[in-house]
Nanobody
Framework: QVQLVESGGGLVQAGDSLRLSCAAS????????MAWFRRAPGKEREFVAA???????YYGDSVQGRFTISRDNPKNTVSLQMNSLKPEDTAVYYC??????????????????WGQGTQVTVSS
């Protein structure tokens, strides 16, 4: 049974940095993709970042240049380094994974596996 467990969320001030981590068990996603999404109160789930099995990275427009995704394939983990945080980054952040890579990697429906989420709150 695949499980994704996020950690690293918290309360920070605007301009601060935070690093989220996600550990996967029960599956390696060695030919797939691992990603981060977020959901702010009253909003739809939003694509944040993804990294393919061979190192290809993709970012949402609102985080491009501020956030960095990185995978450690042997450890089966994925991290999200978030810099220059803004109040509008406040959301529950979810780790997601899929076993294959397609062009639809920005769509949440593409991912079969999800973590429980970790809250990130950025105060102004």
């Amino acid at each position: 049974q695949v499980q994704l467990v996020e950690s690293g969320g918290g309360l920070v001030q605007a301009g601060d940095s935070l690093r989220l981590s996600c550990a996967a068990s029960g599956g390696t996603f060695s030919s797939g993709i691992m990603a981060w999404f977020r959901r702010a109160p009253g909003k739809e789930r939003e694509f944040v970042a993804a990294e393919t099995w061979n190192g290809g990275t993709y970012y949402g427009d609102s985080v491009q240049g501020r956030f960095t995704i990185s995978r450690d394939n042997p450890k089966n983990t994925v991290s999200l380094q978030m810099n220059s945080l803004k109040p509008e980054d406040t959301a529950v952040y979810y780790c997601a994974a899929a076993n294959v890579v397609t062009r639809a990697l920005r769509a949440p429906d593409y991912y079969a596996y999800w973590g429980q989420g970790t809250q990130v709150t950025v105060s102004s």
